[in-house]
């Protein structure tokens, strides 16, 4: 983590005592929150992160009190204060009232707390397990991106107690749902796939939407499709995707090593590089006027 964190539209120390016993969403993880990626001092896809952010709270309830330009403008703020060009940026909006062990004398609603951290270096593919009923795709709450995440943590790190890089989440059927923070596709010849949002339990993220809906490679289709374990292990290539991944094969599951698609994969990951540069030169004069 870096210097400086962003609190309720505050630059403040992320040495700084700032959150008490007695908020709700804090001993609840009763938030909404988001990764997003810093690329050249731009939110990548911050359009899309705010629309999903703004979603999910209505869904769980959780007060949603910024505009979209106001949520922007008090973001870049904080990558000024770091002097970060490329980073990962996590922002969280939490709720402070509700529930029977409400503390007293909290003024606000909620609490927009956001900081931000190096890249991460994936290196080249990563090792997966499957985990059954790690979602239930059924549940109303399916896909949304809330601060209560211990489980996903408690699968992550015991993925990496066990030489892994991370899990596969199957649903209630049995079904291929997702990684704990990144969706996966298969490749089968020119199609890719997807699970979808309707009955994996998946999250919608960003990335994932930006393939399915922006990313257009002739001869490659990409769709959603249910699949199961045995559908991904004979797949001939498999990878996953997420903000600070983008688009990353895999290598293993469960000690069983996995057919590459690299054509496939290189096409998509350079179809999405130049989405990213396109991005950028739309957005470069807008950020340098928020900065400024």
């Known amino acids: 983590m870096h210097r400086f964190l962003l609190y309720n539209g505050e630059i403040r120390g992320t040495n700084e005592a700032l959150v008490s016993p007695g908020q709700t969403g804090f001993m609840n993880g009763w938030g909404v929150f988001s990764t997003l990626q810093v690329l050249d001092g731009v ?21 949603f009190q910024y505009s979209s330009d106001e949520l ?74 809330i601060t209560s995440w211990a489980q996903n943590l408690t699968w992550y790190e015991e993925a990496h107690q066990r030489g892994y890089d991370e899990v596969i989440l199957l649903n209630e059927h049995g079904q291929v749902s997702e990684c704990t923070s990144a969706n996966i596709f298969i490749i089968r010849g020119n199609t890719v796939s997807t699970p979808p949002l309707s009955t994996s339990g998946c999250l919608p993220g960003v990335t994932r939407g930006v393939l399915l809906e922006q990313i257009h490679v002739p001869g490659i289709s990409i769709l959603e499709h249910e699949f199961t374990p045995s559908e991904l292990d004979s ?58």
């Open 43 to 63: 939110l990548f896809e911050y359009e899309r992160h705010y629309a999903r952010m703004k979603r999910d709270a209505a869904l769980m309830h959780v007060p």
């Open 72 to 145: 922007e403008q008090q973001l870049l703020s904080l990558v000024s204060a770091n002097g970060i060009e490329n980073a990962v940026l996590r922002v969280a909006i939490v709720r402070n009232r509700g529930g029977a062990f409400e503390g007293p004398g909290n003024g606000r609603d909620c609490d927009l707390v956001a900081f931000t951290a190096d890249l991460t270096n994936w290196g080249s593919g990563v090792r997966l397990y499957y985990v059954p009923n790690g979602r239930y795709g059924a549940s109303p709450f399916a896909g949304t991106k």
């Open 235 to 292: 797949a001939d290539g498999v990878f996953i995707t997420s903000t600070t991944r983008n688009v990353l094969p895999v290598l293993e599951v469960g000690n069983t090593r996995l057919k590459q698609a690299p054509d496939v994969v290189e096409k998509l990951q350079a179809a999405f590089r130049d989405h990213q540069r396109a991005y950028l030169q739309s957005h470069l004069k807008k950020t340098g006027a928020l900065i400024t």
